[in-house]
Nanobody
Framework: QVQLVESGGGLVQAGGSLRLSCAAS????????MGWFRQAPGKEREFVAA????????LYADSVKGRYTISRDNAKNTVYLQMNSLKPEDTALYYC?????????????????WGQGTQVTVSS
């Protein structure tokens, strides 16, 4: 099993920045991809970004491309999501997810492990 714990969410004004962290523990050797998803009230869970744990390849949703950056620290088993130029429509519960596959996937059902989520609220 893998445990994921997110942190770094909060309230920020439009145009501001936040950095989310996700620390993995347990059978971390089984992880090959980590990703971030988000879910706003009344909406489906949405892919945000993902990174391959081995070679650092990344994938971003069009809605965040150029504003968000995903990175990882293998030594700390931690993945980060730097969010800049935040907009009110970025408001959501942000989830960290881990996948045993080497292939970077955008579909939530491809991921094997999930964190509890951290709330990001962007005020206008």
């Amino acid at each position: 099993q893998v445990q994921l714990v997110e942190s770094g969410g909060g309230l920020v004004q439009a145009g501001g920045s936040l950095r989310l962290s996700c620390a993995a523990s347990g059978r971390t050797f089984s992880i090959n991809t980590m990703g971030w998803f988000r879910q706003a009230p009344g909406k489906e869970r949405e892919f945000v970004a993902a990174i391959n744990w081995i070679d650092g390849r990344t994938l971003y949703a069009d809605s965040v491309k150029g504003r968000y950056t995903i990175s990882r620290d293998n030594a700390k088993n931690t993945v980060y999501l730097q969010m800049n130029s935040l907009k009110p429509e970025d408001t959501a519960l942000y989830y960290c997810a881990a996948d045993r596959s080497y292939v970077i996937a955008a579909a939530y059902y491809e991921y094997d492990y999930w964190g509890q989520g951290t709330q990001v609220t962007v005020s206008s």
